[in-house]
């Protein structure tokens, strides 16, 4: 019988890839008759051009073509109608806007929608289409720092890798795929983007090429994932591959992955491991780098496996990484219901005048702002 949450596996035949999709015409943009969305184009091909890489500019598109629809139903067609007040009041639009379940726009979402523009006219101000930048005064929201919620446990994480079947070839890549994603907390778009040769099995190391910000990183994979990507590449890849590719994971058809594919394999072994938390891929992302800073991991450390920029970004897992904080506290706080004389030599360690007047002289910062 299965636990509690957990689903039964149901093991599905070998995909056909289905045929006669090619040659269809794709839909007509509902969109083309309006001028604005020329300018939206040009805008586009100057990213392009300049650097910017293809997912940011799919990401854009809806937020700009939002907005053209909200210009054309109130009868604004042209770039230069386009005024401060105007922006001002696509603003309110977003902040009172409600979705189909009733809810508002979150802050988040509100800037997604709004950052773009900034650019937009920007570069309409600047190609002289218009005489000055309505967006250039607009203020954005500010975003919310959230951590990540229901990080899954050492436990849960071990049960989700269990899921796959390794006993064909499918279930073989799933592993190793599943593996990598926990080993080296790369992205989603980086592990479909991997190559053969940018995995040296023999150094344990991946080469990221063109991550998130188009910089290339070189991680370490740990020597299980290894092994399971040795066994992946020996026994599976050649079963699946179709031609002439190189991507490190092939779909059923053979063919390089989705990102969605990704995200479906990761949340359906989630589901059959009975772990019911929000996420997929990213979910593994998360574990990897709260179990590593958990178990001691210097946290520029992880910032350079993760290819953050920023240390802001990374130190969100420090406040996940609970469990340390929770050990010295029980050991060191004075309010607590037993009392160990060795505690603080054996968790906290000797403490320094040193360190007690820099954390002093913090808290003192933190009460004057």
């Not at 998360?286 to 992880?302: K, P, Q, S």
């Amino acid at each position: 019988m299965p636990r509690k949450g957990q689903r039964l596996k149901i093991r599905k035949a070998p995909a056909v890839k289905p045929t006669g999709c090619k040659g269809r015409a794709a839909a007509d943009d509902p969109l083309r008759h309006l001028p604005l969305l020329a300018y939206m184009e040009a805008h586009f091909e100057w990213m392009l051009v300049t650097g910017y890489s293809p997912d940011t500019v799919r990401a854009r598109r809806i937020a700009i073509r939002r907005f053209i629809v909200w210009c054309e139903e109130r009868g604004i067609t042209d770039p230069r109608e386009i005024t401060k007040p105007v922006m001002d009041r696509y603003q309110r639009h977003l902040f009172y806007y409600r979705k189909e379940d009733g809810k508002p726009l979150t802050a988040g979402s509100q800037f997604g929608a709004l950052a773009p523009l900034k650019t937009f006219f920007k570069w309409l101000a600047r190609e002289n289409y218009i005489l000055y930048n309505p967006a250039s005064e607009l203020q954005l929201p500010k975003q919310p720092k959230h951590l990540p919620r229901n990080v899954p446990t050492m436990q849960e994480i071990e049960a989700i890798l269990m899921q796959a079947d390794i006993d064909n070839a499918q279930g073989l890549r799933d592993r190793a795929m599943l593996e990598t994603l926990y080993s080296t907390g790369m992205r989603r778009m980086e592990l479909t983007n991997l190559n053969v040769y940018d995995v040296d099995l023999t150094r344990q190391i991946v080469f990221v090429r063109e991550g998130k910000g188009q910089r290339d990183r070189v991680i370490p994979i740990g020597k299980r994932a290894c092994l399971w990507l040795d066994k992946y590449l020996l026994e599976a890849r050649p079963q699946l591959l179709a031609g002439d590719i190189e991507s490190l994971f092939v779909t059923d058809y053979g063919e390089t992955l989705p990102a969605y594919f990704v995200s479906d394999k990761v949340k359906r072994y989630m589901q059959f491991a009975g772990v019911d938390k929000p996420g997929a891929a990213h979910l593994l992302r998360h574990a990897c780098a709260t179990h590593m800073l958990e178990n001691g991991a210097d946290i520029r450390f992880i910032q350079a496996m993760l290819g953050h920029a920023c240390l802001q970004t990374t130190e969100i897992y420090t406040h996940v990484s609970i469990d340390k904080l929770q050990q010295i506290h029980a050991a060191t706080h004075p309010a607590r219901l037993e009392r160990r004389q060795d505690a603080q030599n054996d968790v906290a360690g000797p403490n320094t005048g040193g360190d007690a007047q820099v954390l002093l002289g913090a808290l003192n910062e933190e009460d004057d702002d």
